[in-house]
């Protein structure tokens, strides 16, 4: 059996990549596939803490199921902000988007 502290090093460094995709991209799509990685780093330690404290219970598994829940609607609600946004302005950089300023 592969011990907790594995899956919790594999999610440390994925949320890490994608801590550093969200500060270091500009595209906003790339920010996005950024929060997604966030998402699914926090969804191991979920189903780790889960197996691993306790496997008789659900509640694990449902947090897990929830999280990718809202990780597809907030993708479906990001990537439609983004073409938005596309068809307006012709850029999804992320520096641009100024829309609410003033």
Same mark, same amino acid.
């Given at each position: $059996?592969? &011990?907790?502290?594995?899956?919790? /090093? #594999?999610? @440390?460094? *994925? !949320?890490? $990549?994608?801590?550093?995709?969200? !500060?270091? %991209? %500009?595209?906003? #799509?790339? /920010?996005? $596939? =950024?929060? +997604?990685?966030? *998402?699914?780093?926090?969804? /191991?330690? *979920?189903?780790?803490?889960?197996?691993?404290?306790? &496997?008789?219970? #659900?509640?694990?598994?449902?947090?897990?199921?929830?999280?990718?829940?809202?990780?597809?609607? +907030? @993708?479906?609600?990001?990537?439609?902000?983004?073409?938005?946004?596309? %068809?307006? %302005?012709? =850029?999804?950089?992320? +520096? +641009?988007?100024?829309?609410?300023?003033?």
């Amino acid at each position: $059996m592969i &011990p907790l502290s594995w899956y919790l /090093i #594999v999610a @440390a460094l *994925l !949320f890490s $990549m994608g801590l550093y995709g969200v !500060f270091a %991209r %500009r595209n906003a #799509v790339a /920010i996005l $596939m =950024s929060v +997604e990685l966030m *998402l699914n780093a926090v969804n /191991i330690n *979920l189903v780790a803490f889960w197996r691993y404290l306790a &496997p008789d219970q #659900v509640t694990g598994m449902a947090w897990a199921i929830f999280v990718l829940t809202v990780a597809a609607a +907030e @993708a479906a609600v990001g990537l439609a902000l983004i073409i938005s946004v596309y %068809r307006n %302005r012709d =850029s999804v950089v992320a +520096e +641009e988007l100024d829309l609410l300023k003033n």
